[in-house]
């Protein structure tokens, strides 16, 4: 994983190892105003419902604007009142905990742990057997997320695959969907998440090189020393860059969650995207949901600068 | 290839070139011969305990007495599929889904790639800060936005609209679109191009009759990509979409297991997998490639 040192634009780092480019014309090749043209519609789409959305929400995290009742008639500037009435309710507590019970366990250990040891298990086991297991890890996290949660649905149920299986074993049935239903998503999150972990440890650990361990084994180093003393460092930027993108994408899971318990029962699964969707949709609070989801982003932004600081030194800017 | 510092550590495409297999050590010895059996051991357990709600949907399908639990069809049947053999359970979801996921690949990839080609070819002060942003827009939680989304949809009449629908989908895509096109696009050597000038192509023409042709691969790459994300899309279509005849499969399965989802278990297992068959195919078209690209992703944050 290579990442170059940051130099301004005006100085181009490689001009005396790499040939200058090729000039065109007297303009050469700076962007021009006519040059700029064809980005134009990518920025109005972007502009129009990417960044226009996001403005807004600022704007309507302050206001009372809601579906029906006070507020959708005609929308009032409520100041900070959203964000407090959030800090004063114990669902949205609730759902502050839940989401990060959910993110640790699915994305922060389960599918940074599970990737991480089948990248290396497909270093050693064998061909056929590698092959055959990446296929299904990989064919988990193809599938769309209604179909997954869906499934997982059915496995988690108390008539369904799961206690089939420890039944069989002689183990007593458990009923994870409704006595800790928080668990029955995280474990779905990581059957789904885990192959994004595996195909970017995969890529890491291949770009190693192997005379490394080489000197290491002969320095007497075993196994988990040679793990923990070689490969570990080696892949710390692609553990943080993993840990940030498995922990946003695990932030902002919906369908899954929604389909598996919707959120209950008794909203003990209900994260903040399902706690923002409630009160968004059921209860029709607008101005709430998003402020609350504004609070979500915010969430995503600390843990992503909290990973940065987990990179080596030479790759920050 | 400018020589701005970006475009060094991203590009997938010279990535897409495998990198040299590991070699494979020859004459094993007992220890590590024993590693390679624990490991394969470990990994048939793994797969094993990922593989049940693969292998459940499988056998419920063909299973007219399907339960929820995993089973082995007594009589194998395709009466689930012929009972959702018509338009109105899966043929116009299905259309549907095309229709949105079809739509939004295309204006995303079209202007994704009219985006990327200044961003690669040409030198400007901004380029980084916005390569920068657009890259941390990938990481935006589409939950979080989705109500805006809707609050605005509302005031502007586009509730409900394929169109609105199709344009919201393409656009969020977009960021990481620009991504992985500029970076295959990075890969096309300009001189290639400058050829085509000299004998009097204009910029569009170079772009459409030279560096595509010769960036197909990573073309091919970032719109399947981009397609099989959309189609998974549950929230979008759910959210903006409303009338029934306008819902893609995602939400028409929702709809189907929360309505017949205590009777009809086969039948759901059935239309899950027509649904989920194109992506599968897809991804057997991208084969190694997908995780090129999300190991040159992981090079550009790292």
Redesign the interface.
Known sequence: MSTSAPVAEHDPPSSATRPTPPRRGRLGNRLTAGRAVPMVPAFLLLAGFMLGPIVYSVYLAFTDKAIRGEGAEQTEFVGFSNFTDAFADADFWNSVVLTVIFTVISALLGQNIMGMLLALLIERAHRVITFTVTAIVIAAWILPEVVAGYLLYTFFSPDGSLNAIITAIGLPPQQLLFSAPIFAVSFANIWRGTAFSMLVYSAALSSVPSDVYESAALDGAGPLRRFTSVTLPLLRPAIATNLMLTTLQTLSVFGLIFIMTGGGPARQSQTLPLYTYEQAFSYGQLGYGTAVALLLLLIGAVASMAYLRLLPEEDKR | ??????T??TAPAPASDD?PP??RRTGLGPRERS??IA??V???V??AS?????L??VLASFNTEA?????WPENWSLGNYAAIWNMETTFRPLLNSVILCGGAAA?TM???V??A???S?????A??PLLLGIIF?T??????????????FVQVNLIDSMFGAI??L???S??YA?FLTKGFMDGVP??IE?SA?TEGAG??RALWSVVLPLMRPGLAVAAIFTF?MM?????VP?MLLLSPDKLP???T??TF?SQYGQVA?GQ?AAF?IF??LP??VL?LFLGRS???G??AA?????
């Open positions: 290839m400018t020589a701005t510092p970006e060094t550590g990198p590991r070699p590693s390679t490991s394969t470990a990994m048939v793994i797969g990922f593989m049940v709600p693969l459940w949907v339960t929820l639990s995993i089973s204006v079209v202007t994704a009219l985006c080609y200044p961003m070819r040409y030198r400007f002060r380029k980084r827009s990481g935006l939680p589409i939950t979080a936005i989705m109500i805006p989304v809707y609050a605005l344009l919201f393409g656009a969020s977009l960021p620009i300009v001189e400058e000038w910029v569009y099989v189609w998974g899309n549950f929230f759910f499969a995602a939400v399965l929702y297991s278990y759901l899950s649904y989920s992506v599968v991804y997908l995780g090129q999300f190991a992981g090079g550009v944050k790292g």
